[in-house]
Nanobody, 119 residues
Framework: QLQLLESGGGVVQPGGSLRLACVASGFTANFYAIGWFRQAPGKEPEGVSCISSGSSTNYADSVKGRFTISRDNAKNTVFLQMNSLKPEDTANYYC?????????????WGQGTQVTVSS
């Protein structure tokens, strides 16, 4: 079965950190760009970060300097390290496989993991 499975979400206080993982099964993730997206209740999905098959990275302005995306090809996994979390980072975070980071077409995607930043 071709799928992506996210983990690592939770409840954290402002200023805290979380590390999300996106594990691919049934296909080789390093052949794809992998993007992290988030959607808060009542809001449109937002692109957070993306890593290309060549490991080039990009970030939304709202997370630059706080989030770091990386990939471990041996584990077929992409990580999102989130530091200095803010309440406005609260959302469901999901990953998607893309042909390239500029693509708007999800080849595969997961159900997401909830991140809640609250005191």
């Amino acid at each position: 079965q071709l799928q992506l499975l996210e983990s690592g979400g939770g409840v954290v206080q402002p200023g805290g950190s979380l590390r999300l993982a996106c594990v691919a099964s049934g296909f080789t993730a390093n052949f794809y760009a992998i993007g992290w997206f988030r959607q808060a209740p009542g809001k449109e999905p937002e692109g957070v970060s993306c890593i290309s098959s060549g490991s080039s990275t990009n970030y939304a302005d709202s997370v630059k300097g706080r989030f770091t995306i990386s990939r471990d090809n041996a584990k077929n996994t992409v990580f999102l390290q989130m530091n200095s979390l803010k309440p406005e980072d609260t959302a469901n975070y999901y990953c998607a496989a893309l042909s390239a980071c500029y693509s708007r077409k999800y080849e595969y995607w997961g159900q997401g993991t909830q991140v809640t930043v609250s005191s």
